[in-house]
């Protein structure tokens, strides 16, 4: 459960690609239970990819990674080298894991700043991660 709460802190930094659009996004009703499961289970397959790039990115720097961004380049600018391309792999996989979830960018976007904003959305995604978690 501790990493649920972890998950809900790195959220604001798993935006896929920066929401330029001027329409307001997706309200708590527009998101079926399957998009909800879909994201759940992206995001528990992002955040193990996360806590395997801030372990190589920990090691690098020899303290803890600042918080990282993908849609925050200047996040990653400020890694040396070397953990900048394991951060920049990290974001690729995100993006791809996203994509291959059956969600686009733009629901998962929506989904994540919503349940930022929204109690009963957020409490929704961790029953779902709960229950995929479940064996």
């Known amino acids: 459960m501790s990493s649920l709460a972890v998950f809900f802190s790195i959220l604001q930094g ?8 001027p329409n307001p ?3 708590l009703s527009n998101f079926s239970e399957e998009d909800v499961t879909n994201y ?3 995001v528990l397959k992002i955040e193990r990819q996360r806590q395997m790039a801030y372990g190589q990115i920990e090691a690098i ?3 803890q ?4 961004a993908c849609n925050q380049p200047e996040t990653i ?5 070397n953990a900048q391309e394991i ?3 990290f974001c690729n996989q995100s993006k791809k894991i996203a994509e291959d979830s059956g969600l686009s960018s733009n629901q ?5 700043e919503n349940a930022q904003k929204d109690e009963i959305l957020k409490k929704r995604i961790q029953n779902a991660m709960i229950r995929i978690r479940k064996p």
């Open 14 to 21: 798993c935006t896929l690609v920066p929401n330029l659009s």
């Open 25 to 27: 996004s997706p309200q």
């Open 40 to 42: 759940a289970q992206t």
């Open 61 to 63: 720097i020899e303290d």
């Open 65 to 68: 990674p600042p918080e990282i």
């Open 77 to 81: 600018r400020k890694l040396p080298n």
């Open 87 to 89: 951060a920049v792999e």
């Open 108 to 112: 998962f976007n929506a989904i994540t």
